[in-house]
């Protein structure tokens, strides 16, 4: 039972601070900062600011897998 918690644990530290910092670049700010947000924004919406950040990071990763960055013209 402990094993399967450590992986989830590391599955979302793994994944999961990748939406706050992309999220950061993109709106040129801290990292630091959109985390303190999402924080305080869980505890004004009782928890449905974590959907939000989920589905964010579903988005992100949609984005990703559809959109690929290629250095040059032979990468086709």
């Known amino acids: 039972m402990m094993s399967f918690i450590k992986e989830i644990k590391y599955f979302f530290e ?12 993109r709106l040129g700010m801290r990292a ?13 919406t009782l928890g449905m600011s974590f959907a939000v950040y989920l589905t964010v990071a579903f988005l992100l990763k949609l984005k990703d897998l559809i959109y690929t960055k290629r250095s040059s013209v032979f990468d086709l």
Not at 14 to 25: I, M, N, Q
Not at 32 to 44: E, G, H
């Open 32 to 44: 630091k900062n959109v985390r303190l947000f999402f924080i305080y924004l869980t505890f004004a």
């Open 14 to 25: 793994k994944h999961g601070f990748a939406v706050s910092s992309r999220l950061a670049d």
